[in-house]
């Protein structure tokens, strides 16, 4: 075929992928192409802002490695995770909703035994949390491996200080037999996500916060359930209805209560004032 135009482009380069044995990437291709060239027309595209898009992703690109993660920054940012999320993870009422599972997840973080303290160093206000996890049913999903991770009080990650040698603020802990698990740890803050690649220039550029509300990360696996990943996030936090990467689901907000000093859950004698949490996490059976 010859004589390509701006309208028939698009069932020229359809009919090229005619031969495409794997129907699944015919059909997927074959839709982002629709979409790239009517998108194209709609915006009526200068080839400067073509050139422009092709320098920032090069840049997003160039800003990943084995630890930074920008395209998937610049999918949460554009709601492309949360959208995957969201359509992957339709859950019956009464179960624990999803949310994105973001970069910081660290695969082989230590497995502490339950009332372990998980912050190993990293600085915060004393929390306490206990959470359960049950089936639809109410019954106790006993000996289910739950990761955790968080930020510290700097908002900052482990994985994000790159002198520390050791994991902080993450651990996976094994539910009891009646489900439950008991853990002490840091006070979760608002954070901003990375800022300082292309994904924060087209924040700035569009006029948006990086800030994420404050949360904790939890990953659930245990048999015959399907895996959890959500987070728990702290109630009354200024983000909650702006977070830049929209995983907040009303269903995810916990109540963080404050405690003067004096005895925490575990027994032990507090000098300081010190936060509990509780939450109940309900798995979706296979
Ligand atoms: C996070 O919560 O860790 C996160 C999620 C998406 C983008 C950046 C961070
Ligand atoms: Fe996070």
Redesign the pocket.
């Known amino acids: 075929m010859r004589n390509i135009d701006e309208n028939n482009i698009t069932q020229a380069v359809l009919d090229r992928m005619s031969a495409c044995s794997n129907p699944r990437l015919k059909e997927v291709l074959g839709s982002l192409v629709r979409h790239l060239h009517d998108f194209a027309r709609e915006v009526k595209l200068t080839e400067a802002e073509w050139m422009a898009g092709i320098e920032f992703l090069t840049a997003t690109g160039h800003m990943c490695d084995d630890k930074r993660q920008e395209f998937i ?1 610049l999918s ?1 940012t554009l709601g492309l995770s949360m959208l995957t999320v969201a359509m992957n993870n339709a859950k019956p009422e009464g179960v624990t909703e999803s949310t ?1 599972f ?3 997840h660290v695969a082989g973080a230590p497995h502490v035994a339950q009332g372990a303290d998980i912050s190993a160093g990293a600085t915060g206000e004393p929390l306490f949390v206990t959470a359960r996890v049950t089936a639809p049913d109410g019954k106790p999903v006993v000996g289910a491996d739950v990761d955790v991770w968080q930020a510290d009080e700097d908002g900052l990650y482990d994985v994000q200080r790159p002198n520390l040698e050791h994991h902080q603020a993450r651990a996976v802990l094994r539910t009891d037999a009646e489900g439950y698990l008991r853990f002490r740890t840091v006070l979760p803050v608002a954070y901003p ?1 990375p800022t300082d690649g292309p994904v924060g220039k087209m924040l700035v550029a569009t006029g948006r916060h990086p800030w ?1 509300p404050a ?1 904790i ?1 939890f990953m659930v696996v245990a048999t015959g359930f399907e895996r959890l990943i959500t987070h728990v996030f702290r109630d009354g936090d200024p983000y909650m209805d702006s977070d830049v ?1 929209f995983g907040v689901r009303s269903s995810l907000i916990g109540q963080f209560d404050q405690h003067p000093a004096g005895t925490a859950p575990d027994g032990s004698a507090m000098g300081v004032p010190f936060h509990t949490l509780a939450f109940d996490f309900v798995l979706q059976p296979v």
């Open positions: 920054l949460d994105v973001g970069p910081f996500v994420r949360h990360h990467v």
